[in-house]
């Protein structure tokens, strides 16, 4: 039910539409490819262009930030403004702040010393492209920028500069974020507990999902009771983000994901499907969808819709165990996760060139 969430603000958004009116999958998708179209455009104007100098990192941090995604976290912030009855121009620097952290943490992902993967959003990663010292920076680069964008931020009432900055430095620091990452690390090849595994989730996914939408919340000035829900909501959807995103791992192919699939066994990474199972890590994928949209119960059915339909995202995931159904599940993928930019939609410098055919070799 995790799209149902962003439905009551989506409608909320659009002058003149019927509050009754069914938030369809055309709907849906306007209202995402909208906010993602703006989001691009704030990045955009927020981050150095590609000439300028040292053009390498810049055109490193581009390369890395618009190859793409989503745009999950910032959608999540600016419809928890939206549910909260602020203005979209008062969480967009948020929004963009949160995607700029995001792809920073892929990038140095991405890296050999980490999760050593080829590929991301359907195409080379940084390092593959740039040289492994240009990816370390370049995701340095966006991780400091993100607190740049965040001083463009209006302070509200009960939330003044100090507030936003340190909701976003601790969910990236070493007790969120990267906590997450250092357990993540640490837990290869290993046999993970439960609430071991829990921890990894709730720090490197659900942290930073949380804190978009607590972010987009107090940029409407939302009084304690609303950032309360709104942190719950937060904290179910991003820990049953990561629980889906663990199944298609083992359920999906690369093509369908972006990015290689079957990683996760391969480097025995602790995961749900991996401690708990397949049929369990989907019941418990339901039972977080169900407590996000329970969360958001003292939201008006309009203005929290834009959330509820990000919840019934997440049901797009068929939790069957049948080869028919994981086979409809591609197809059902598809439409979620979307046709990345490839090669060609990127102006590679030759050394870069160089690196992605010795990639495709």
């Not at 053009?55 to 549910?83: D, N, Q, V, W």
């Not at 250092?182 to 996914?205: C, M, P, S, W, Y």
């Not at 958001?296 to 995931?317: G, K, P, Q, T």
């Amino acid at each position: 039910m995790l799209l149902d969430t962003l439905r009551g603000v989506a409608l909320s958004s659009i002058k003149n539409r019927a509050i009754q009116k069914p938030f369809s999958h055309v709907n849906l998708k306007s209202y995402l490819v909208t906010r993602q179209k703006l989001i691009d455009r704030a990045l955009d104007r927020y981050l150095p262009k590609a000439n300028r100098k040292p053009t390498t990192i810049h055109r490193a941090m581009r390369y890395s930030l618009f190859a793409g995604g989503k745009r999950l976290r910032p959608i999540l912030c600016l419809a928890a403004a939206e549910a909260c009855r602020g203005r979209i121009h008062y969480a967009l620097p948020l929004a963009c702040a949160l995607e700029c952290i995001h792809t920073y943490s892929l990038v140095h992902d991405d890296l050999p010393s980490m999760d050593n993967d080829d590929f991301r959003r359907g195409r080379p990663t940084c390092h593959k492209v740039f040289g492994e010292g240009i990816a370390v920076l370049a995701g340095d680069a966006l991780l400091t920028i993100a607190f740049e964008i965040v001083s463009h931020a209006k302070p509200r009432r009960r939330y003044d500069m100090s507030t936003l900055l340190r909701e976003i430095a601790v969910a990236a620091g070493s007790e969120k974020l990267i906590a997450g990452q250092v357990a993540d690390l640490e837990a290869e090849g290993k046999n993970v507990q439960r609430r071991a595994l829990q921890f990894i989730h709730e720090n490197k996914t659900a942290a930073i999902l949380r804190s978009s939408v607590r972010l987009g919340a107090m940029s409407a000035n939302a009084d304690a009771r609303r950032l309360s829900a709104i942190t719950r909501f937060g904290q179910r959807l991003g820990l049953a983000f990561q629980i889906i995103d663990d199944i298609l791992d083992v359920t999906q192919t690369s093509e369908i994901l972006g990015k290689s699939a079957g990683k996760d066994v391969a480097a025995k990474k602790a995961t749900y499907p991996a401690v708990i199972g397949l049929q369990k890590s989907r019941a418990e994928a339901r039972r977080l969808t169900r407590e996000a949209q329970n969360a958001l119960s003292i939201f008006s059915n309009r203005n929290a819709e834009s959330l509820h339909a990000r919840i019934n995202l997440l049901r797009h995931v068929r939790f069957k165990s049948s080869a028919q159904s994981q086979q409809r599940d591609k197809c059902d993928h598809g439409g979620i996760i979307g046709a990345q930019p490839r090669l060609g939609a990127f102006e590679f410098d030759p050394v870069a060139a160089a690196r992605v055919a010795h990639l495709a070799a």
